[in-house]
Nanobody
């Protein structure tokens, strides 16, 4: 069965950086567009970044120029480098397939940006 395990979140100050990691098991990663989603308190879960197998990426407008998604198919890992973090980036971050979630959600990793 497919399992997605996110890690790397934490409590940081505005302007700081974090790198999130997603370990995928039970799936052949290179078959899928992968994405990072986030859900802030009281909000719907939203897709913030996606990456296809050719390395093509897409970002929601609010994170363009600050976030960078990458993948390592051999290691079955997906990453999200987050720079210049803002308070509005506070959310639980999840990874899943990038053209709509196809697999069970992992537990997510909490990112809190606060001074």
């Amino acid at each position: 069965q497919v399992q997605l395990e996110e890690s790397g979140g934490g409590l940081v100050q505005p302007g700081d950086s974090l790198r999130l990691s997603c370990a995928a098991s039970g799936m052949i990663l290179n078959r899928y567009v992968m994405g990072w989603y986030r859900q802030a308190p009281g909000e719907q879960r939203e897709l913030v970044a996606s990456i296809n197998n050719a390395g093509g990426t897409n970002y929601v407008e609010s994170v363009k120029g600050r976030f960078a998604i990458s993948r390592d198919n051999a290691k079955k890992m997906v990453y999200l480098q987050m720079n210049s973090l803002k308070s509005e980036d506070t959310a639980v971050y999840y990874c899943n397939t990038g053209l709509g979630p196809r697999f069970p959600w992992g537990q997510g990793t909490q990112v809190t940006v606060s001074s």
